[in-house]
T-cell receptor
Framework: DAGVTQSPTHLIKTRGQHVTLRCSPI?????VSWYQQVLGQGPQFIFQ???????GRGNFPDRFSARQFPNYSSELNVNALLLGDSALYLC??????????????FGEGSWLTVV | AQSVTQPDIHITVSEGASLELRCNYS??????LFWYVQSPGQGLQLLLK??????LVQGIKGFEAEFKRSQSSFNLRKPSVHWSDAAEYFC????????????FGKGTMLLVSP
């Protein structure tokens, strides 16, 4: 079975532009989360979606938005890009919630560079 | 709010020597605990996890971790390090209620010398 797949793997954007990152969870997984990892730091939680509903949101500005589709894939959108948005964006999937004994698996990430 | 501290930013270990990476957490109760490894330019791979039960947890690649409630710690160990273990290691906690999100430490970079 394929793991968590993300696209694109690398992209370069200009300040003020918009970006869409895509994620396909592991087959059968209904929960998708997004994390931002700035160089030299640990990943920081952005959003969690479970059963197509937003279940959690981290401390990120409204320029960040996401959605989950009926097939459980997900998109992360970032508007009005800033230089500080340059980071590795990680998508994670799990079969359900942690308190049901589920494990969170991560994709390889999308490297975003804002110039 | 939960938090994770990994006090060592870098650690250098000789190949074949033992390894211990430290992790301390702050949380109102016992959280779920994880160790992930990240090779350069890669995503995160799960090494092991603690949900409940036996406080000594075995993981992949010969790693183990021990949960010590009294010290709020979840240190990662390996008896003999291989050059391929050079990577960045992240400790993470997950809440037992509410959203299933992870809070990560800042990571420890492991360098392996010949």
């Amino acid at each position: 079975d394929a793991g968590v797949t993300q696209s694109p793997t690398h992209l370069i954007k200009t300040r003020g532009q918009h970006v869409t990152l895509r994620c396909s969870p592991i087959s059968g997984h209904k929960s998708v989360s997004w994390y931002q990892q700035v160089l030299g730091q640990g990943p920081q939680f952005i959003f969690q979606y479970y059963e197509k509903e937003e279940r959690g949101r981290g401390n990120f500005p409204d320029r960040f938005s996401a959605r989950q589709f009926p097939n459980y894939s997900s998109e992360l959108n970032v508007n009005a890009l800033l230089l500080g948005d340059s980071a590795l964006y990680l998508c994670a999937s799990s079969g359900g919630l942690l308190n049901s004994g589920n494990t969170i698996y991560f994709g390889e990430g999308s490297w975003l560079t804002v110039v | 709010a939960q938090s994770v501290t990994q006090p060592d930013i870098h650690i250098t270990v000789s190949e074949g020597a033992s390894l211990e990476l430290r992790c301390n957490y702050s949380y109102g109760a016992t959280p779920y605990l994880f160790w992930y490894v990240q090779s350069p330019g890669q995503g995160l791979q799960l090494l092991l996890k603690y949900f409940s039960g036996d406080t000594l947890v075995q993981g992949i690649k010969g790693f183990e971790a021990e949960f010590k409630r009294s010290q709020s710690s979840f240190n990662l160990r390996k008896p003999s390090v291989h050059w391929s273990d050079a990577a960045e290691y992240f400790c993470a906690v997950g809440a037992r209620s509410g959203y299933s999100t992870l809070t990560f430490g800042k990571g420890t970079m492991l360098l392996v010398s010949p």
